[in-house]
């Protein structure tokens, strides 16, 4: 079973940036929390998921969020995984699914909140660069979403791709009270300072590492530090140490580590705050 070498992923970071390390770090156990993995994606044989989960575990991702872009794989991924104290779970309708939402789907999402560890409504959004139906039925999908969690008090987990302005201007006429995630964030620093006079988080994957996401780069510095989440978008995405495999969220930590050094924090102090972060957002104990 492949691990990934926490110990030798801070040396380098340690090297690189010119920091000594202390003692504490290699003794303190960090965490950290995958706030977006599409689980049955990765695989679709429910051991094998447990598996990837535990290895997650092994590289200290204490806790994920699962993702689905439809009803019907929520409802598969769900059954298998329910059990999973440290999996939470999203519902909700994304714009590949338009088209074919399925049959009651808004009462389908009212019921699947009530089930355990179900946190948020997601992901949601507008993604005009795949052309999924037209701009203007995957708007009226975006808006009763968004609708729909504030009636349910849910936060929201938002997609975004090629679509930033209309995004923004419903928001700021539709956010939930309990806010969003502009999730795999992918504008740039003008934008995020629109963004972050909404309730809005600013959640970054693997692509954060490369070195031609200058956007991104630029980004980071202009947020608050306690608006900034992470995620693995597994199976994509995957960090620049793992470039070409098929992403997992054992590979998170890369990522995590990669922000300490743009912001010039200890890895372990920018793990403790990126686990707060996340935890506020859905609304979970830190413990």
């Given at each position: 079973?492949?691990?990934?070498?926490?110990?030798?992923?801070?040396?380098?970071?340690?090297?690189?940036?010119?920091?000594?390390?202390?003692?504490?770090?290699?003794?303190?156990?960090m965490q950290y929390?995958?706030?977006?993995?599409?689980?049955?994606?990765?695989?679709?044989?429910?051991?094998?998921?447990?598996?990837?989960?535990?290895?997650?575990?092994?590289?200290?991702?204490?806790?994920?969020?699962?993702?689905?872009?439809?009803?019907?794989?929520?409802?598969?991924?769900?059954?298998?995984?329910?059990?999973?104290?440290?999996?939470?779970?999203?519902?909700?309708?994304?714009?590949?699914?338009?088209?074919?939402?399925?049959?009651?789907?808004?009462?389908?999402?009212?019921?699947?909140?009530?089930?355990?560890?179900?946190?948020?409504?997601?992901?949601?959004?507008?993604?005009?660069?795949?052309?999924?139906?037209?701009?203007?039925?995957?708007?009226?999908?975006?808006?009763?979403?968004?609708?729909?969690?504030?009636?349910?008090?849910?936060?929201?987990?938002?997609?975004?791709?090629?679509?930033?302005?209309?995004?923004?201007?419903i928001l700021r006429?539709?956010?939930?009270?309990?806010?969003?995630?502009?999730?795999?964030?992918?504008?740039?620093?003008?934008?995020?300072?629109?963004?972050?006079?909404?309730?809005?988080?600013?959640?970054?994957?693997?692509?954060?590492?490369?070195?031609?996401?200058?956007?991104?780069?630029?980004?980071?510095?202009?947020?608050?530090?306690?608006?900034?989440?992470?995620?693995?978008?597994?199976?994509?995405?995957?960090?620049?140490?793992?470039?070409?495999?098929?992403?997992?969220?054992?590979?998170?930590?890369?990522?995590?580590?990669?922000?300490?050094?743009?912001?010039?924090?200890?890895?372990?102090?920018?793990?403790?705050?990126?686990?707060?972060?996340?935890?506020?957002?859905?609304g979970l104990p830190?413990?």
């Open positions: 079973m492949e691990k990934v070498g926490l110990p030798s992923l801070a040396l380098k970071w340690g090297i690189e940036s010119g920091k000594f390390l202390s003692l504490i770090f290699w003794t303190k156990a929390f995958d706030t977006h993995a599409h689980l049955g994606l990765i695989v679709e044989d429910p051991i094998e998921q447990l598996i990837i989960i535990q290895e997650a575990r092994q590289a200290s991702v204490n806790r994920i969020v699962s993702i689905c872009n439809s009803l019907h794989d929520f409802a598969r991924v769900y059954e298998n995984l329910k059990s999973t104290a440290n999996v939470y779970h999203a519902v909700g309708v994304s714009p590949s699914e338009v088209q074919n939402p399925g049959r009651n789907w808004l009462q389908t999402i009212e019921q699947s909140v009530q089930l355990p560890r179900v946190i948020a409504i997601g992901e949601i959004g507008l993604d005009y660069y795949r052309k999924f139906g037209d701009k203007k039925s995957q708007i009226e999908l975006f808006i009763t979403q968004l609708d729909l969690a504030a009636k349910l008090n849910m936060p929201v987990i938002i997609h975004n791709r090629d679509a930033g302005h209309d995004v923004l201007e006429d539709r956010l939930p009270p309990r806010g969003g995630v502009l999730h795999c964030y992918s504008e740039d620093a003008a934008y995020a300072r629109e963004a972050q006079k909404l309730n809005l988080y600013f959640s970054f994957a693997g692509n954060l590492t490369y070195k031609n996401a200058r956007n991104l780069h630029e980004t980071i510095p202009e947020l608050p530090l306690d608006r900034i989440l992470i995620e693995s978008e597994s199976p994509f995405m995957a960090p620049t140490g793992q470039k070409g495999k098929r992403n997992m969220p054992k590979y998170l930590p890369e990522t995590a580590l990669h922000l300490a050094k743009m912001l010039d924090m200890e890895p372990e102090a920018m793990a403790a705050q990126l686990w707060e972060n996340a935890n506020r957002f859905f830190n413990e």
